[in-house]
């Protein structure tokens, strides 16, 4: 368990943007014969770049076991427990690097399906998940998060059902098992509704919680009731990120007519917003159009985060950054904090003797800056 006067700590998910060649999973098809023992050979240099960079916490992906449980693939399904050694080293070298870990499954695993078959292969996966942090010999703050899910027009018997699918799952994936309100669908009241009935932990993401908050909960008490869902002695996690602000870029196919009538010299497109003119002959253009706030910034905000930090003066809880640079995010910020909020920075173990280091992390943001492209697993689609 965490020493309740160690700093709290950042985090960032799967992709390490800071250096392009480390992967962090076994891609390869399942004609390959891919392994969760090749997925954890490679994982074991990002280990290494987090201890050198000093990040303490980082989201595996959830597809480090590939095809462990695809229903039409069982040679592949003894791959968790084949690992077992390597699962244990890979958990003991992160244990003395003090490098928390949590895994988040993509929003296709669902507790509340109405498909009950959707819903045993969705304890499947939880439970592979779960697994694999047990095996690591990881403590309580490892942790599987995921999403009520589906709202299916009954929003209450979806909530209700999603009991219902905790209720079938193991015991060890109940002990990992944590659930986020979320962007669209379920918000804060709903999960705690849920924890209420369940005693399932629960964890607090900021930008959800500003985009779906109908019963008008405020900010600072949810929190706490969130971190108190949390057992004594466990610190418990939250997400932040900040929305994308700037304009979205949409591709458009163009119509063989609308190509004709360019050719002829008309503009097309109508009073859509283009990126650049559309060529005579173009199949495809590109079309702008406002923000959509459920999307996730590339960088976090700094004074945003620290405004959130002092309203939760005195709350104790790691976050994991979800800005879609990945650890590039998380090392601006860091740099940003001492800079502009010195009162916060000091809570996460920064200070201004470490400018130096600081300046150097925010050359390897200028040096390396890039993003990933691909919507993140929770981050709504507009």
């Not at 390897?364 to 993003?371: F, I, K, Q, R, S």
Request: hydrophobic letters at 40%; aromatic letters at 8%; proline letters at 6%.
């Amino acid at each position: 368990m965490t020493d309740p006067n160690r700093p709290l700590r950042l985090g960032f998910p799967v992709k390490v943007m800071g250096r392009p060649d480390l992967k962090t999973q076994d891609t390869r098809r399942w004609q390959k014969n891919p392994h969760l023992k090749c997925s954890l050979e490679l994982l074991d240099p990002v280990l290494d770049y987090l201890a050198a960079e000093r990040l303490d916490m980082y989201r595996l992906s959830s597809d480090i076991a590939p095809y462990a449980t695809h229903p039409d693939m069982p040679q592949f399904h003894d791959m968790v427990a084949e690992s077992d050694a390597e699962l244990r080293a890979f958990g003991a070298k992160a244990r003395a690097l003090d490098i928390r870990l949590s895994f988040h499954p993509s929003q296709y695993i669902l507790l509340n399906a109405p498909d009950a078959g959707l819903t045993t292969r969705s304890i499947r996966d939880l439970a592979s998940q779960s697994e694999m942090l047990d095996r690591m010999g990881l403590d309580a703050e490892a942790v599987v998060v995921t999403h009520v899910g589906g709202v299916y027009d009954d929003r209450e018997a979806s909530r209700a059902r999603w009991i219902k699918g905790w209720e079938q799952c193991p015991d060890h994936v109940r002990a990992r098992l944590v659930l986020e309100n979320d962007d669209l669908r379920f918000s804060a009241a709903d999960v705690l509704w849920i924890h209420e009935r369940t005693g399932v932990r629960c964890i607090f993401d900021y930008q959800h919680f500003w985009c779906l908050n109908p019963e008008r909960l405020a900010l600072r008490d949810t929190l706490a009731r969130f971190l108190a869902s949390w057992p004594a002695g466990v610190r418990p996690k939250i997400h932040f990120s900040s929305p994308r602000t700037e304009m979205r870029e949409v591709k458009q196919a163009i119509s063989p007519k609308e190509r004709e009538a360019a050719k002829a010299g008309k503009k097309i497109g109508g009073k859509a917003l283009l990126k650049a003119p559309v060529k005579p002959n173009a199949r495809v253009r590109t079309v702008l159009r406002p923000p959509v706030w459920t999307g996730h910034a590339d960088f976090t905000n700094p004074f945003e985060f620290a405004t959130f930090m002092r309203t939760a003066e005195g709350l104790d809880f790691d976050v994991m950054l979800e800005g879609k640079a990945k650890d590039l995010s998380l090392l601006r910020l860091r740099g940003d904090l001492v800079r502009y909020a010195p009162d916060v920075a000091v809570r996460f173990g920064l200070s201004a003797d470490d400018a130096a280091a600081l300046a150097e992390d925010e050359a390897l943001v200028e040096e390396n800056a890039d993003v990933e492209q691909d919507a993140d697993v929770d981050e709504g689609v507009g």
